[in-house]
Every structure is written in C-alpha cells, then in structure tokens.
C-alpha cells in the first residue's frame, strides 16, 4: 500500500486555461475527499465520493470546479477558465468508512498566472 | 456552523521544552477531534484523534485530552525535539456524521532551535 498519490505535484497555468488533477486513494478506500488550501489557512472541504457517487459539494465549488470518479477508485478535479483566486494547493484524502481516519496525498499545488 | 480556532502563531522554541499549542472547537452535537501535522515539503498526517467527551489520544510522545466542558482539544508535549519542526493543524469531524468532512483550524507552525 503506498498511500493516497496525487499528479501532478505542482502546476503553473495561465488565467482563462483549463487544469485537470488526479488522485489515486488508497486502495479499497470507499471515500474520496478533495479540500483546497490557501496560504496560512488550513484545508477546506470541497467534495467526497461514496465508491463512484458524488454525495456533497461546497458552495466553495463554482460551476467552474467539476469532480469525477467513474469506477469508484481514482477521482478527477478539473477546474475550467482558471482564475488568479484558484491558486492554491488542493488536497485529496481518503477512508475506509465514513467516520474513520482520513489519510491525505501530498497535494496538487496550482499557480495561476 | 462548524468551526475550529487555534492560537496564533508561529511558535519557536528551544530543544527539550515543553509544548502546549491550543484548540477549541464549536459544533452542535459530538464531533471526533484531530491533531494533523504536516512537516516540510510532505503532506498532511495525522497525528491523534479522541472520539468522545475525556478520551485522550497520544502519539510519538504528543498527547491531546478531549473536553467538552471547554470545548477543547490542546497538544502537548513534555519535550520537543528538532524534528518536531512542521505545522500543526487541529481538525473535528462533521458531527451529523453523514459526511466525515474534516474542518480545521488555520494551523500552527512550530520551529524548534537546537
């Protein structure tokens, strides 16, 4: 088992492009969390997964932001029309069951120009 | 709505002192609580957690006592060490339960000096 892994590590993209990340999670893991991070600030929820099914958004999640997971084992985060307020570093964890330890990837790092 | 406060920071202590970094939390219901660290150029780890109301989590020498009477969840440590350089971050779970999302506090950096 080699943890929850995100691609890319980091990203630079100009305002208007669209980017698109992924996240393998643990294997067997039935949820899928994505957050994003801000400089200072600490993670703040986006989206989960339930196997394949998208349960929850935040309101933080613009039509723009859109979140896949087809076969109930990796996930997508595409963001379309990127803006400069987009930059920040967006997490992926995962569970085994609801209520259990999350365990996160080391991040997707977004910088948009 | 769910919220979690953590004292500001950053913190810089000497090798071998003592550490307490606070956390108190709101939520209706009984939410699990957490300590994430996360050290230099890796990702978040959890630290601790206590599920209910007295419990106390521990790890690698970090301990943290759930009170719901204060509605806190402080990190100690007897004694840090140079490695225990990273950021700290304090976490409660949805209490409704329905969703397990995670919601932390803005996080603390600790440097420790030799």
């Known amino acids: 088992d080699t943890g929850v892994s995100q691609d890319p590590r980091h990203k630079i993209t100009k305002r208007g492009q669209n980017v698109t990340f992924r996240c393998d999670p643990i294997?067997?893991?039935?949820?899928l969390y994505w957050y994003r991070q801000t400089l200072g600030q600490g993670p703040e929820f986006l989206t989960y997964?339930?196997?394949?099914?998208?349960?929850?958004k935040s309101r933080l999640l613009s039509d723009r932001f859109s979140a896949e997971r087809p076969k109930g084992s990796f996930s997508t985060l595409e963001i379309q029309r990127t803006e400069q307020g987009d930059s920040a570093m967006y997490l992926c964890?995962?569970?085994?069951?609801?209520?259990?330890?999350?365990?996160f990837g080391p991040g997707t790092r977004l910088l948009v120009l | 709505g769910n919220s979690v406060t953590q004292m500001e920071g950053p913190v810089t202590l000497s090798e071998e002192a003592f550490l307490t970094i606070n956390c108190t939390y709101t939520?209706?219901?009984?939410?699990?609580l957490f300590w994430y660290v996360q050290y230099p150029g890796e990702g978040l780890q959890l630290l601790l957690k206590?599920?209910?109301?007295?419990d106390k989590g521990s790890n690698k020498g970090f301990e943290a006592t759930y009170r719901k009477e204060t509605t806190s969840f402080h990190l100690e440590k007897g004694s840090v060490q140079v490695s225990d350089s990273a950021v700290y971050f304090c976490?409660?779970?949805?209490?409704?339960?329905?969703?397990?999302?995670?919601?932390f506090g803005k996080g603390i950096t600790l440097s420790v000096r030799p």
């Open positions: 964890a995962s569970s085994e069951l609801a209520g259990e330890t999350q365990y």
């Open positions: 294997s067997e893991h039935n949820r």
């Open positions: 997964f339930q196997n394949e099914a998208q349960l929850e």
């Open positions: 939520a209706t219901g009984y939410p699990s």
């Open positions: 206590a599920t209910k109301a007295d």
């Open positions: 976490a409660l779970s949805d209490p409704t339960g329905a969703n397990s999302k995670l919601t």
